[in-house]
C-alpha cells in the first residue's frame, strides 16, 4: 500500500468514527422540531441519523484493523464517540417519555440541550486530557473550566429550587434564569476552543500511524 493509499484508508476510518457524533448532534435537533412539529417524514428522518450513527461504531474499528491503519487517536476516540451517542440520545427519550402527548415548554428544551452539551463537553476535555498524557502533557484546569464550574454548581442548585420549589417559595425570576444559563453555555462553548486549542499538537501527532 503506498503512502497515498494509507492516507486516504485513514482519512476514511477517522472519518466514519467521529461522523458518530455529527449525525447523533442532527438527530437531536431533528428530534427536538419533530416534539413541536410532529411528522412521519421528520420521525422516520431522525431514525435514519441515529441508525446511522450507532452503524459506523461497526466499521471503523474493523477497517483500521484490516488496512492497518491503527492510531492513539482513533484508540481514544472511538470510546469516546460512544459515549457521546450515549449522552445525546438518552436525555431526548427521557424528555419524550416523561412528557408523553404533552409539548415540553422552551425550559425544558433548554435545560436538555445544557445537559447534552455540558456532558459533551466533559467527555471531550477528558479525551483531551487523556491524549496530552501520553505526552506528558498537564491536565490542570485552565481558567474557562474553572470558571465554568464556579458558575455552573450553583447554577444548578438554583435551577432544582425553581423548578421544585413549594408555591409562594419561588423567589427567582425566570428571565434571570434563561440568563444565566445561556452565559453558562457560552462560556461551555468557549472553553471547549481554549482546551482544544491547547491540546491541538497532541491530537496531531495521535492521529499518526503506530507504524509509521
Not at 410532529?38 to 450507532?54: D, E, I, Q, T
Request: proline fraction near 4%; charge should be positive; aromatic fraction near 14%.
Amino acid at each position: 500500500m503506498t503512502t497515498k493509499e494509507k492516507q486516504n484508508k485513514l482519512r476514511l476510518v477517522t472519518g466514519l468514527t467521529l461522523a458518530r457524533f455529527p449525525l447523533v448532534m442532527l438527530f437531536f435537533l431533528v428530534a427536538i422540531i419533530n416534539i413541536y412539529y410532529p411528522c412521519k417524514w421528520l420521525f422516520l428522518f431522525a431514525v435514519f441519523l441515529m441508525a446511522s450513527g450507532a452503524i459506523t461504531d461497526l466499521f471503523d474499528g474493523f477497517l483500521a484493523r484490516k488496512h492497518k491503519v491503527e492510531t492513539d487517536f482513533g484508540a481514544h476516540a472511538d470510546p469516546l464517540m460512544d459515549k457521546m451517542f450515549y449522552v445525546v440520545t438518552l436525555p431526548v427519550m427521557v424528555l419524550i417519555a416523561t412528557t408523553g402527548t404533552t409539548t415540553p415548554d422552551f425550559h425544558a428544551i433548554l435545560l436538555l440541550i445544557i445537559t447534552v452539551l455540558f456532558l459533551a463537553r466533559d467527555l471531550w476535555v477528558t479525551f483531551l486530557r487523556s491524549v496530552g498524557s501520553m505526552y506528558n502533557v498537564s491536565g490542570c484546569a485552565n481558567w474557562t473550566g474553572k470558571v465554568r464550574t464556579a458558575l455552573n454548581f450553583p447554577l444548578i442548585c438554583a435551577i432544582y429550587y425553581f423548578l421544585e420549589a413549594p408555591e409562594g417559595w419561588n423567589f427567582i425570576p425566570l428571565k434571570l434564569l434563561y440568563l444565566v444559563e445561556i452565559i453558562a453555555l457560552i462560556i461551555n462553548i468557549y472553553s471547549v476552543l481554549v482546551y482544544t486549542k491547547h491540546y491541538w499538537p497532541q491530537l496531531r501527532k495521535s492521529a499518526e500511524t503506530k507504524n509509521d
